[in-house]
């Protein structure tokens, strides 16, 4: 669906100049932004995916995204629709980020960075439709995750103007390329939680394997976040050759414990080579566990492993005496314990502050 688009401005020439993502795309007539989702109509610039979503909705387990420390167990009522500002080479969602709008509607006819004919129908929805829609899931929060949120500004900031009335939360899954102008209005609006890649502390590896200039921005939009109370965690998908070295870890590490503090969550996950496969090898178990041994070290509280088994890296544990407070095999409890005050039963240390919401203790999504 078309709209006129938030945060722009007219330049000479009916050129227009975006400021939803760091990209900050400078837009001829007639063209679209590196996202393929923002237009210029003669000088005026709208958005062309608002309320257009790749399918009406799933519901999946919180923990999916990833978010562990955040209302664990729920259900996200997740959605997502299409492009992205970045390009990764390694992008396992590249069907729905790298694809275009104007291919809507097409049936197994296009081709898309050829990788093969696809086809593509988008569900287009309003606001009131989707918050009605995740009433009746019974989800208690919502996330929009697959493809990158960012690009969909004027929607989540619709939607989450309308599900804030109903008291679902809502969640960012989502690369962090943001401005200061989008970042102040998503916290104006009242996100809740976000999950933001940190996919490396090295502005060549986003120039080489993201298309993008920097890391800067996303490191900024995690700080903001943190410091007006938005609940944040970190994911790192480790890349063999790519951002594996121990001293990269350690800066990643050391940069979160500094800037974001020690209770965020930081995730570290297995890569498998998929779209462009700039590794042909998948991250090993060995690589991981001493990410994982590297962040706990320097002192940050909840370290996590995803996309393979680990036997310490699905669990969180109290900071303070090492208590297990909730296991988890895949993305179900093994075990929850936990006061209802959410003070560790071992020593009683205070965990509210760090493991936020209610905790769901009997998942409905047990399936997945
Ligand atoms: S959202 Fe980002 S990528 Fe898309 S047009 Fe705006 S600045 Fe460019
Ligand atoms: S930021 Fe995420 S969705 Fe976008 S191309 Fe990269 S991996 Fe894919």
């Given at each position: 669906?078309?709209?006129?688009?938030?945060?722009?401005?007219?330049?000479?020439?009916?050129?227009?100049?975006?400021?939803?993502?760091?990209?900050?795309?400078?837009?001829?007539?007639?063209?679209?932004?590196?996202?393929?989702?923002r237009?210029?109509?003669?000088?005026?610039?709208?958005?062309?995916?608002?309320g257009?979503?790749?399918?009406?909705?799933?519901?999946?387990?919180?923990?999916?995204?990833?978010?562990?420390?955040?209302?664990?167990?729920?259900?996200?009522?997740s959605?997502?629709?299409?492009?992205?500002?970045?390009?990764?080479?390694?992008?396992?969602?590249?069907?729905?980020?790298?694809?275009?709008?104007?291919?809507?509607?097409?049936?197994g006819?296009?081709?898309?960075?050829?990788?093969?004919?696809?086809?593509?129908?988008?569900?287009?929805?309003?606001?009131?439709?989707?918050?009605?829609?995740?009433?009746?899931?019974?989800?208690?929060?919502?996330?929009?995750?697959?493809?990158?949120?960012?690009?969909?500004?004027?929607?989540?900031?619709?939607?989450?103007?309308?599900?804030?009335?109903?008291?679902?939360?809502?969640?960012?899954?989502?690369?962090?390329?943001?401005?200061?102008?989008?970042?102040?209005?998503?916290?104006?609006?009242?996100i809740?939680?976000?999950?933001?890649?940190?996919?490396?502390?090295?502005?060549?590896?986003?120039k080489?394997?993201?298309g993008?200039?920097?890391?800067?921005?996303?490191?900024?939009?995690?700080?903001?976040?943190?410091?007006?109370?938005?609940?944040?965690?970190?994911?790192?998908?480790?890349?063999p050759?790519?951002?594996?070295?121990?001293?990269?870890?350690?800066?990643?590490?050391?940069?979160?414990?500094?800037?974001?503090?020690?209770?965020?969550?930081?995730?570290?996950?297995?890569?498998?080579?998929?779209?462009?496969?700039?590794?042909?090898?998948?991250?090993?178990?060995?690589?991981?566990?001493?990410?994982?041994?590297?962040?706990?070290?320097?002192?940050?509280?909840?370290?996590?492993?995803?996309?393979?088994?680990?036997?310490?890296?699905?669990?969180?544990?109290?900071?303070?005496?090492?208590?297990?407070?909730?296991?988890?095999?895949?993305?179900?409890?093994?075990?929850?314990?936990?006061?209802?005050?959410?003070?560790?039963?071992?020593?009683n240390?205070?965990?509210?502050?760090?493991?936020?919401?209610?905790?769901?203790?009997?998942?409905?999504?047990?399936?997945?």
């Amino acid at each position: 669906m078309k709209i006129k688009a938030r945060l722009w401005e007219e330049l000479e020439d009916h050129k227009v100049k975006c400021q939803v993502c760091a990209n900050r795309c400078v837009v001829l007539p007639g063209k679209v932004g590196i996202c393929r989702t923002r237009k210029n109509f003669n000088g005026e610039f709208y958005t062309l995916i608002y309320g257009s979503l790749i399918s009406s909705g799933s519901l999946d387990p919180i923990e999916k995204k990833p978010l562990y420390n955040f209302w664990p167990g729920a259900t996200a009522y997740s959605i997502a629709s299409i492009g992205c500002s970045f390009k990764c080479q390694n992008c396992q969602n590249w069907s729905i980020s790298q694809a275009n709008p104007s291919d809507n509607g097409k049936d197994g006819t296009y081709d898309l960075a050829g990788l093969g004919n696809r086809s593509m129908s988008l569900i287009e929805m309003t606001p009131e439709e989707l918050v009605k829609k995740v009433i009746r899931s019974g989800a208690k929060t919502l996330a929009y995750t697959y493809n990158e949120p960012l690009i969909w500004h004027e929607w989540i900031i619709d939607t989450t103007r309308l599900l804030k009335k109903e008291n679902i939360k809502t969640i960012l899954v989502t690369n962090g390329y943001s401005t200061p102008e989008a970042t102040k209005e998503l916290i104006d609006v009242g996100i809740d939680a976000a999950n933001i890649d940190i996919k490396s502390m090295s502005d060549e590896f986003y120039k080489k394997i993201c298309g993008v200039k920097s890391v800067k921005p996303v490191l900024d939009t995690a700080k903001e976040f943190v410091l007006k109370g938005i609940h944040v965690e970190i994911t790192n998908l480790i890349i063999p050759d790519l951002n594996d070295s121990e001293d990269e870890i350690k800066e990643l590490s050391n940069w979160i414990l500094k800037n974001l503090g020690k209770d965020t969550p930081l995730h570290f996950s297995a890569y498998h080579p998929d779209f462009k496969a700039p590794s042909e090898k998948s991250t090993p178990y060995d690589t991981l566990n001493l990410a994982f041994e590297i962040a706990k070290r320097i002192g940050l509280n909840f370290v996590y492993v995803g996309n393979i088994q680990h036997n310490k890296g699905s669990n969180t544990y109290c900071p303070n005496c090492s208590h297990l407070i909730l296991g988890r095999s895949g993305y179900r409890f093994t075990k929850i314990d936990i006061k209802d005050d959410h003070k560790c039963p071992n020593c009683n240390y205070d965990l509210s502050k760090a493991i936020k919401g209610e905790i769901n203790r009997h998942p409905s999504h047990r399936f997945f």
